[in-house]
């Protein structure tokens, strides 16, 4: 008599469950056994042949769905397997990706929700500029972001000012620090395009990018320091009309995060 295994017994041969058994004879990936006289299920070696190809498929990562549409060697099989070769390097990629990060965030002993790039000044920056750089990384395209990296670790004349400003700063103060910013900033709108218009690096609708920067510059930081923000933009377009609510140093109609005037 031939060797024949119930659910139970097959699943514990293949090292899985019965439950999943029954899920791949749903998905048409596992063929139905023949039944003894009692009715009960009676699987044979072709069942657990088949049943190990599949856990070996499903170790190797490819989903059900695919294993199903691929059927065995010769049939589409060979397609399927490229295919899962290619989606594995996709994800290795982006886990080296991601190991560099985390390198870095441990390297600089910086918190976990800078953005890639920041780390190095990632204990110098203050929340409102956490704050800003964050959103900024979210709307804005990659070379803006690379040029604010750049800004942000090369350039941090007056940041110690700038960041003790108190919120009832009086307007001789903010004057008086807006002039002394105002020329640092006209040299990084000559060196970075990003500095100058922001929002023309916007990855989606540009009045929202511009919107959404003004509100955050507005939310975090302090009255003093968004009022030495105006100044340095009027003192810029050589005028000394109001300002926009929130208005920056990048000096267009936006204003991305203060760490665009270092």
Known sequence: MALTWSTRRLADLAGTTSKAIRHYHRLGLLAEPARASNGYKRYGTPHLVRLLQIRRLRDLGMPLAQIAEAGGPGDGFAEAVRALDADLAVAIERQQAIRAELAELLRHEAPVDVPAGFEEVASSLTEADRAAITVSSHLFR?????????????????????????????????????????????????????????????????????????????????????????????????????????????????????????
Not at 193 to 212: E, R
Not at 237 to 252: L, Y
């Open 142 to 262: 990659e070379t803006a972001i690379r040029e604010l990296r750049e800004m942000t670790v090369t350039h941090r004349q007056l940041d110690a000012e700038f960041d003790a400003l108190s919120a009832d700063a009086d307007e001789a103060t903010v004057r008086e620090l807006a002039a002394r910013l105002a020329p640092v900033i006209r040299d990084l709108r000559e060196i970075y395009p990003a500095a100058g218009d922001i929002g023309s690096f916007a990855l989606g609708d540009k009045a929202t990018a511009i919107a959404v920067m003004k509100q955050t510059v507005t939310d975090h930081y302090t009255a003093g320091q968004i009022a030495v923000l105006r100044e340095v933009n009027r003192i810029l377009a050589g005028h000394q009309g109001p300002d926009e609510p929130g208005a920056g140093p990048a000096g267009s109609d936006t204003e991305g995060p203060r760490a665009q005037e270092r």
